[in-house]
């Protein structure tokens, strides 16, 4: 605590020092609450030491009064707050607009000193004359304790001070301890090349190269090696990555490393079934699970937790709770000032139970992704920034998990992620009324009204526009309610059903559309659909597809054929069900059974067709000299001389 707060006084002396002498000055610090934190301490001591002048503002210059009134349209309360002293602060965990006007703000020399996370320095071009590193402690999330910050983000912070095109000189300060001062001071002055992190990727790389085809082999996969910046810095500094000198010196291109490295990488992407790997042969083999991987950018270590987790049924719950445990959320930090937010928005938004409670990362992203669906309102700035991300990466995990269950046959599981991909899509809950997707249309007192009522689209596609009108108690709004019950993609579907042979049907789907196409409501292209036949007696899927339907089949109504095949088994099942769902829209959904109570197979053994007792014909029977060329025979045999009448027939 003693060493913290004399770091913040000699932070302070130093910023003084520079306002004094009328420049801006850039303070960097390592957390987001730090930011806050900083600028407030740093702003009373101003108040204290009486220095508040060296902050004033023309108020009555009108760039300073338009500034006020930017300002004060602020959602960010600590903005706010601290502007009318001169200082501001800066992280990720800000909203964007609020971001936006900060370095506006200090564009334009309305705030004196800006406290930032290391986000300011390499994702915005923001100089100052002056820039502050105060403390270089970071907790890293991946070696769970505190670390040294890196020479290269020191050199990144540095590089906003004083900018050529701004400043003919510049102060660059860094705060830190006595037994850290020398090595920093090292690092400064001499050149710290940068090293490459491939390495950590490795598996991730390797399973997208065979995916795409350009990797089929280990030996293609060591080449494909030696083309990455990770080979350049592996030669020059091979200690960095766990190569021995003498190792290089038997090996200059290291060859054999590069082939190590690739064979223990092949070996857990086989061991996750993400490819098939044959060692004794060196040939890779993509699977479905690491083509949908490779598409929606899934991490390896993500993937075979989903294998060990993922089952046929699953209630949504536990779905929930397994993406949860994804490894793309393991940045996310459960801070103690959260909780109290946290607790209150498991008990007001997240209608699903969050298994382990909330005060693990797993339960955070779990809630937050809840509350984010619920549109429920966050007030911490690093909570809604979690949220913002978590709603990101889960939108393509559940997209991939859902085609990871289309394609291992589990439709009842399918059919849950489905919908859950389209709740996070809209933000909404499958138990909430469809037309709720229609933002804009219709009043949530109407909608709160269908709710209460029961009245499914189905229902209010058949009522009469005025009886819907008086059911809500609204007469003049049916009309309008119905209108938008109309606007649900919804398709007719008819089925003819064909045996091929006893093991074989043929399907002719036939899917006409059902809505009312209006280009604000469905783009102006087409509305996607999944299909997919279902044995609910097995709980498998015999076949599935895409399907579009175009915006010019909706509006002319033109039936739109599907032809597939699939399998049947003996005993015959009662029945299959073709499920026609919308790949955008809640509530769009159709289940049409396909019995089999009547269905004709083809004879188990179908009789040969009989030979006659024919003579054998000579060839002159071809009656064609150009075809008797072709044959060193003088006649044909029996079977051969059976359908050759018909043959020369129906040739001529």
Not at 217 to 227: G, H, I, P
Not at 345 to 366: A, F, H, I, R, S
Not at 388 to 402: C, D, E, H, K, T
Not at 496 to 521: E, G, K, M, S
């Amino acid at each position: 605590m003693e060493q913290l707060d004399l770091i913040d006084k000699v932070c302070f002396e130093k910023m003084i020092d520079q306002v004094k002498q009328g420049y801006q000055v850039l303070i960097f610090v390592h957390a987001r609450n730090a930011t806050v934190r900083t600028a407030m301490k740093l702003r009373d001591l101003v108040k204290n030491e009486g220095l508040t002048h060296y902050f004033r503002r023309d108020e009555h210059a009108t760039n300073v009064l338009d500034a006020q009134r930017q300002v004060d349209r602020s959602r960010n309360k600590q903005v706010r707050e601290l502007y009318t002293d001169g200082f501001s602060v800066h992280h990720a965990g800000i909203l964007r607009p609020d971001r936006n006007l900060v370095e506006k703000l200090f564009s334009d020399g309305m705030v004196q000193v800006l406290v930032c996370t290391a986000t300011l320095a390499w994702g915005v071009n923001l100089p100052a004359h002056t820039v502050i590193i105060k403390g270089t402690e970071i907790y890293d999330s991946k070696r769970g304790a505190y670390v040294d910050i890196g020479i290269l983000d020191v050199m990144q912070i540095f590089g906003r001070a004083g900018r050529p095109q701004y400043e003919k000189s510049g102060h660059g300060i860094i705060l830190t301890t006595h037994e850290k001062l020398t090595n920093y001071l090292r690092l400064l002055t001499s050149q710290t090349p940068i090293e490459s992190q491939f390495q950590d990727c490795l598996v991730d790389n390797l399973n997208a190269e065979i995916v795409l085809g350009t990797v089929s082999n280990v030996d293609e996969a060591v080449r494909w090696l030696s083309y990455s910046y990770f080979f350049v810095r592996l030669r020059k500094n091979p200690m960095q990555y766990g190569v021995k000198y003498d190792e290089l010196r038997l090996d200059p291109m290291l060859v054999s490393h590069r082939r190590e490295l690739i064979i223990i990488a092949g070996r857990k992407l086989d061991k996750a079934r993400m490819i098939r790997f044959e060692e004794k042969t060196g040939y890779f083999f993509s699977t479905d699970l690491g083509r949908i991987a490779s598409h929606y950018y899934i991490k390896y270590d993500t993937i075979e937790v989903f294998n060990d987790i993922l089952k046929d049924f699953m209630s949504d719950d536990n779905i929930l709770s397994m993406v949860a445990k994804a490894q793309e959320f393991n940045q996310i930090r459960v801070r103690e000032e959260e909780m109290e937010e946290l607790d209150a928005l498991y008990n007001d938004t997240c209608p699903m139970v969050v298994q382990g409670g909330v005060e693990n990362v797993n339960g955070k992203v779990n809630v937050l992704l809840q509350a984010y669906v619920s549109q429920g309102s966050v007030d911490s700035f690093s909570l809604i920034s979690d949220m913002s991300y978590v709603a990101q990466n889960a939108a393509r995990i559940l997209r991939a998990l859902f085609e990871i269950t289309l394609r291992k046959g589990w439709p009842v599981l399918a059919g849950r992620l489905l919908v859950l991909c389209k709740v996070l899509d809209h933000r909404q809950w499958h138990f909430d009324h469809p037309l709720r997707q229609l933002r804009g249309m219709l009043s949530s007192e109407v909608l709160e009204k269908l709710e209460v009522k029961k009245l499914t689209v189905e229902k209010l596609r058949e009522l009469p526009a005025d009886e819907i009108g008086r059911m809500i108690n609204h007469v003049r709004i049916g009309g309008k309610v119905r209108e938008c019950a109309m606007f649900i993609p919804m398709v007719d579907v008819d089925v003819v059903v064909q045996p091929i042979t006893r093991t074989v049907l043929r399907v002719r789907l036939t899917l006409t559309a059902n809505f009312q196409w209006n280009d604000r409501v469905h783009g102006t292209q087409a509305e996607p659909f999944w299909i997919w036949v279902e044995d609910p007696d097995n709980n498998t899927i015999y076949h599935h597809e895409y399907f579009m339907m175009a915006k010019k089949h909706v509006k002319t109504q033109e039936p739109q054929q599907l032809v597939f095949t699939i399998p049947i088994f003996e005993p015959l099942p009662s029945q299959y069900y073709i499920r026609v769902a919308s790949d955008r829209w809640l509530g769009s959904e159709v289940t049409h059974p396909v019995s089999f109570k009547h269905l004709i197979l083809p004879e188990r053994h179908p009789p040969h067709t009989k030979l006659l007792d024919l003579q054998p014909l000579p060839i002159t029977a071809l009656q064609n000299k150009r075809y008797q060329d072709l044959y060193k025979f003088t006649h044909f045999n029996p079977m051969n001389t059976t359908p050759l009448p018909f043959t020369i027939v129906s040739g001529s």
